[in-house]
């Protein structure tokens, strides 16, 4: 498993009955994860004491409940800084867990030795935006929310990154990687983290197990002809982590290169263990 155990500004305090305690900055918040089938005392007092609560719905979604929490705050990590805001379905702009890819990508841009493009796909808030430019990429942010884009322009602002070779970029992520092939353009690293279910601008579908599979045979076609990394993410509990590399596998066999997929989590102070968040499949040089 890779575990993102870098952070100062968050950790997960403690997890129990279908809950985690979470500290973002100066806030705790609790918020539900289906993973936390266990139940274990909350002796923990942020649990009494918290200052933000998403309450899961019996019915589908949810709601938030506050205690003295402010409409925006932000943390960071090494360099960077996020903006964060308690919004739907119990998000808060960031995930953490990425901090585990952020740092694996940065040093393989950092000690490339060329100038490198990178493609970020479902680009939500930037976190992977903005550790790629930072390490010294440019890159391609495309996510289809305008909201989310304009979100994470504003986390690039807070990072002092506003000025670096980022394009923005609202659209749909498979309708732009066919026309970026139809360009004739290409891109030495290529990140994508889509969203087990979602819709596009326009009303487009997207389901996971039917469209991620074709999405990485487009992407493939997108690659440079001396590729550095490519990364996919997935929180879809139905795709293990071998099954990541399969695809990688099946769609990067003219390259020569490693790929490993495993499970990505983070560290929970009262227990000691380590909670799993999703998988990631890398490919790279």
């Not at 609790?30 to 266990?38: A, G, K, L, Y």
């Not at 705050?73 to 996020?82: A, V």
């Not at 867990?97 to 490198?116: C, H, L, M, Y």
């Not at 045979?217 to 509990?237: D, G, I, M, Q, R």
């Amino acid at each position: 498993m890779w575990i993102a155990d870098k952070w100062t500004d968050y950790e997960i305090i403690d997890c129990s009955r279908g809950e985690k305690l979470e500290r973002w900055g100066d806030y705790l918040l609790v918020r539900p994860d289906p993973q936390v089938i266990w139940e274990t005392p909350r002796t923990h007092r942020g649990w009494k004491h918290r200052n933000g609560h998403y309450h899961r719905s019996q019915k589908g979604g949810g709601e938030w409940e506050f205690f003295d929490l402010p409409k925006q705050w932000h943390i960071q990590y090494r360099s960077l800084t996020f903006n964060l805001k308690p919004f739907s379905f119990k998000h808060t702009g960031l995930f953490p867990e990425q901090a585990a890819n952020w740092d694996w990508f940065s040093e393989k841009i950092r000690t490339a030795g060329r100038p490198v493009k990178v493609l970020n796909l479902f680009a939500y808030t930037g976190g992977a935006t903005l550790a790629a430019a930072d390490a010294g990429a440019s890159v391609t942010h495309v996510d289809a929310s305008k909201g989310m884009v304009t979100w994470a322009k504003e986390n690039a602002a807070s990072s002092g990154l506003s000025d670096k070779p980022i394009r923005w970029l609202v659209d749909d992520c498979v309708k732009f990687a066919e026309r970026e092939i139809r360009r004739g353009n290409h891109y030495d690293a290529i990140i994508m983290d889509p969203p087990s279910y979602g819709r596009g601008p326009k009303g487009e579908i997207w389901k996971i197990e039917e469209a991620i599979h074709p999405l990485i045979k487009l992407c493939a076609k997108l690659l440079s002809k001396e590729p550095l990394f490519f990364l996919v993410n997935s929180y879809t509990t139905g795709l293990a982590p071998a099954v990541l590399t399969y695809m990688l596998a099946s769609e990067l066999k003219e390259y020569s290169g490693l790929i490993d997929s495993q499970e990505i989590g983070l560290p929970v102070t009262e227990s000691g263990l380590i909670l799993p968040c999703g998988a990631s499949g890398r490919w790279c040089v």
